[in-house]
């Protein structure tokens, strides 16, 4: 398994934007296809989006499309999530996961064996 730290959360207006990064320790990450989710309080964690190992493939939710990329930078052991135009109703602890599951139907928390901690982003209104 691959650890996972995230970081860049953090409080920011509705329209603002964010960050996210979700360093991996270990030299197969570059193997794995990285997920991000998120959970809000008393709701279940949701996935938020994916992109291949290669980098070149993406899928997201409905709720966040357009207004979130994910990247990564395999030599950096590194994914991000940028978020933009954010609202309210994206405050959530967000977290990173690893999986080998690949295609559009790797989209549920247990496709993903690894995960870090999580990070706090808060939308004010």
């Known amino acids: 398994q691959v650890q996972l730290v995230e970081s860049g959360g953090g409080l920011v207006q509705a329209g603002g934007s964010l960050r996210l990064s979700c360093v991996a320790s270990?030299?197969?990450?570059?193997?794995?296809?990285m997920g991000w989710f998120r959970q809000a309080p008393g709701k279940e964690r949701e996935f938020v989006g994916s992109?291949?190992?290669?980098?070149?493939?993406?899928y997201y939710a409905d709720s966040v499309k357009g207004r979130f990329t994910i990247s990564r930078d395999n030599a950096k052991n590194s994914v991000y999530l940028e978020m933009n135009s954010l609202k309210p109703e994206d405050t959530a602890v967000y977290y990173c996961?690893?999986?080998?599951?690949?295609?559009?139907?790797?989209?549920?928390?247990?496709?993903?064996?690894?995960w870090g901690q999580g990070t706090l982003v808060t939308v004010s209104s």
């Open positions: 996961a690893a999986t080998y599951c690949s295609g559009y139907g790797c989209h549920q928390a247990t496709d993903f064996g690894s």
């Open positions: 270990g030299r197969t990450f570059s193997t794995y296809n």
């Open positions: 992109i291949s190992w290669s980098g070149y493939t993406t």
